[in-house]
């Protein structure tokens, strides 16, 4: 299990601006559910971005004017025979705030208004949509969530991303093509906040190591690589001679079971092993200690991997990251990891 609380923390570090002064205050505060949390973190992200004011960008247009703007559609003009009003189509461009990113955000509140929150959170949300009123809606089934950033609309990235997950998390398709609510962040989405997480964890925490999610070249003798698959780590840590290559895993099972017998996933286990000699063959020439991890997101099973392996002359570790306790103590745990591969903190 992980707890609602925990989810904020490990945002805050997937995304560093939950640590302006604006949104400390919710993580002192309690949630039932994730939509409730995410509803939160939106008011905030959306008052600041209401006093910066709402990002512009041009509108194509098109509307029967009587005074002329932009381009004359005339084809248009004669179908629809403006001409008898004394009017001409025109297509012309207005900069405006009914821009995409503004679109995903009101379509997300106005999926959130019909979740589980509270009706406090609600009317928060509903206060906001008064800033909103030029703003159209927008299918976010249609929506292509990667987007470009600039200086322009950087301070919108934070806000899109947990729209993001707003929507991933609380839709689901039913086979008659209506939608309803469902639980909120499923293991895939989980699964990228929780290997994101890790990696700016280290990042900000430890600024000794150097931590990247870093991909790996196949040492191959011929050189041939048609359609070998990216070897793209999660997190790579490094100090000096030694490298910790970790494989986050977001399971609702962290072992398998057959035969009455718990196993790791084979899978998993063949993967960071393929990264470990890789990244020891590409760094033979020089000295170098490369060890790898599995490290699962523990979950409510009895039976959880703890273990250590030596593998042809490497370190494979395979360990569980409790989430269901106070912040500090996962913490601590991602502390104990660093300091047991490189040594404390000076």
Request: hydrophobic share 35%; with cysteine.
């Amino acid at each position: 299990m992980i707890r609602i609380q925990n989810i904020y923390y490990m945002l805050a570090y997937a995304f560093q601006v939950l640590n302006e002064q604006g949104y400390r205050k919710i993580a002192t505060e309690e949630f039932e559910n994730t939509a409730e949390l995410c509803a939160a973190i939106l008011v905030k992200g959306i008052n600041k971005q209401v006093k910066r004011g709402l990002g512009k960008e041009y509108v194509a247009r098109s509307e029967a004017l009587s005074s002329l703007r932009g381009k004359i559609d005339v084809s248009e003009s004669f179908k629809t025979q403006t001409f008898l009003k004394k009017q001409m189509v025109c297509g012309y461009d207005d900069f405006s705030v009914d821009s995409q990113m503004n679109r995903i955000i009101k379509s997300t509140v106005l999926l959130l208004l019909k979740s589980d929150i509270s009706k406090a959170r609600k009317k928060e949300l509903r206060k906001l949509m008064v800033y909103f009123d030029a703003v159209n809606t927008v299918d976010l089934y249609s929506v292509d969530w990667h987007m470009q950033y600039n200086r322009n609309n950087q301070t919108y990235r934070m806000l899109i991303t947990i729209c993001y997950l707003v929507f991933k998390g609380l839709l689901q398709t039913q086979s008659d093509g209506t939608t309803k609510l469902m639980d909120f962040l499923d293991e895939q989405r989980m699964h990228r906040l929780y290997e994101k997480f890790i990696l700016e964890y280290y990042r900000k925490e430890h600024p000794e190591l150097t931590a990247n999610a870093s991909q790996i070249p196949w040492q191959l003798d011929d050189g041939i690589d048609d359609m070998l698959p990216v070897m793209q780590t999660d997190i790579m840590l490094t100090k000096d001679d030694k490298t910790l290559i970790i494989d986050a895993k977001y399971y609702a099972h962290t072992t398998q079971r057959q035969y009455d017998k718990n196993t790791l996933h084979s899978g998993n286990l063949y993967q960071i092993f393929t990264y470990v000699k890789n990244k020891e063959v590409e760094l033979a020439e020089q000295p170098h200690v490369v060890s790898g991890m599995l490290l699962y997101a523990r979950t409510d099973e009895e039976v959880y991997p703890e273990k250590e392996y030596q593998m042809s002359g490497n370190h494979i570790g395979v360990r569980t990251l409790n989430l269901d306790g106070d912040f500090e103590s996962i913490k601590k745990q991602l502390d104990e990891i660093a300091d047991a591969y490189f040594g404390e903190a000076a």
